[in-house]
């Protein structure tokens, strides 16, 4: 197999370069990790350009990592982020790097990739005017559905998709919605990365439902899996996993106990887990709940990543019935309930028959060798 080269451009840093403080999101270093692997699968080697920034109040040199036998990053120099007019010159400096970077390393007509960012405030779109290269748009939310921002921001969020030549996106609707053009484009719902059985199970005969995501009471999932608890029955366990700010981790504990004293399941709350812990725990339940509020504007267009985590861990899925959801490749393979209540959600819960042949982790596998096989079709079009 040939071997090709494409840059990669996104917020991102590895664990190794943790005492830098450079400011990413786990989601995204996570979803861009395995398109970076699917890349490397189809023949490419992978040079990720990263605008991180430190957090911490000192000056770091930029430098080159590798990160496997086909996959680099580059980080540029970054300043202290201290008071209010060295982050202003943080900001700048960050900017014109990257700048700089795409009018002098990029070819005119050389196609890149890029992980669509607020941060990247238009950089990406102003070089693509000059310096006349092709953009592959990975966008995976708008982010203005998700908060507030000025009409500049929200106007500019816009004219940076607008201007991308190819699309990666996470659901059909997204593309529906952006693709306005019909420029060549491909889905990925998120990561399609099958988690081996690890053969371990709770020994108690109870049936283990686990709520795994964000507490973050603007997307309700934690509260509302909480709340099916008290119409279960003693066989039923439910597991209450994540992350939030601590106000938010100590509401969803009391809610707890106060759901604990009305029903007759389990309810735990178990902390937040990560890797290997976190696989294993998934693998010892035996459904996951996708109960995000069902009226937010995100839902309309983006993908529960926590779907495709539960499925490729052999867990059946209990979701809302959103149109996302409901038409993408793995909507046939989940149970939905129809309104935001906990009566609902429980009764979803309860008509699963676990002794149903089930394989989601086949379905996986399915999604993982069709988007290598789209992917390589984009970039070759």
């Known amino acids: 197999m040939k071997i090709k080269a494409i840059k990669y451009i996104g917020f991102y840093d ?8 450079r400011g990413y ?25 990263s605008p991180s920034r430190t957090k911490n109040n000192r000056f770091y040199n930029g430098k080159t990592i590798q990160i496997n036998k086909h996959t680099s990053l580059k980080l540029f120099p970054t300043f202290p982020w201290g008071n209010k007019l060295q982050k202003a010159f943080s900001l700048v400096a960050s900017d014109i790097m990257l700048f700089w970077y795409l009018l002098t390393q990029v070819k005119r007509n050389e196609a890149i ?28 939310e708008i982010y203005q559905d998700v908060m507030s921002y000025s009409k500049y921001t929200m106007k500019n969020e816009y004219k940076t998709i ?12 997204l593309n529906e919605k952006l693709n306005i053009s019909n420029k060549p484009y491909t889905i990925i719902y998120g990561t399609y990365k099958v988690e081996e059985h690890r053969n371990y199970k709770f020994e108690d005969d109870k049936i283990h439902v686990v709520y795994a995501g964000t507490f973050d009471p603007r997307k309700g999932g934690a509260l509302a899996a909480a709340a099916a608890a008290e ?15 601590k106000e938010q981790i100590e509401y969803v504990k009391d809610t707890i106990k106060e759901v604990s004293k009305k029903t007759e ?3 735990t709350y178990d902390g937040l887990l990560k890797g290997e812990e976190y696989i294993t725990f998934l693998q010892k339940c035996d459904i996951g709940l996708s109960t995000q509020m069902p009226g937010a504007t995100f839902n309309v267009t983006s993908f529960p990543s926590k779907i495709l985590s539960y499925m490729a861990n052999g867990l059946r899925v209990v979701s809302v019935r959103i149109e996302a959801i409901e038409k993408s490749a793995v909507g046939n393979a989940v149970y939905y309930y129809e ?9 979803a819960i309860d008509s699963i028959d676990l002794n149903e042949i089930y394989d989601s982790r086949e379905l996986i596998r399915k999604l993982d060798v069709d988007f290598a096989e789209s992917l390589r079709k984009l970039l070759e079009v």
């Open 14 to 21: 590895v664990a190794q370069n943790g005492e830098e403080n």
């Open 25 to 49: 999101s786990l989601a995204a270093i996570t979803k861009m990790n395995y398109i970076c692997d699917v890349l490397n699968k189809i023949g490419y080697e992978v040079l990720i350009i």
């Open 113 to 140: 990739m890029v992980y669509h960012s607020l941060g990247l405030r238009g950089i990406v779109r102003f070089a693509k005017k000059v310096r006349g290269f092709k953009v592959v748009l990975e966008v995976e």
């Open 162 to 173: 607008a201007i991308a030549d190819k699309y990666i996106f996470p659901t059909e609707l």
């Open 231 to 245: 119409y279960l029955s003693n066989r039923y366990h439910v597991h209450i996993i994540g992350f939030g700010s």
């Open 265 to 267: 399941a389990a309810i």
């Open 339 to 347: 309104e935001q209540t906990p009566e609902s959600i429980a009764e």
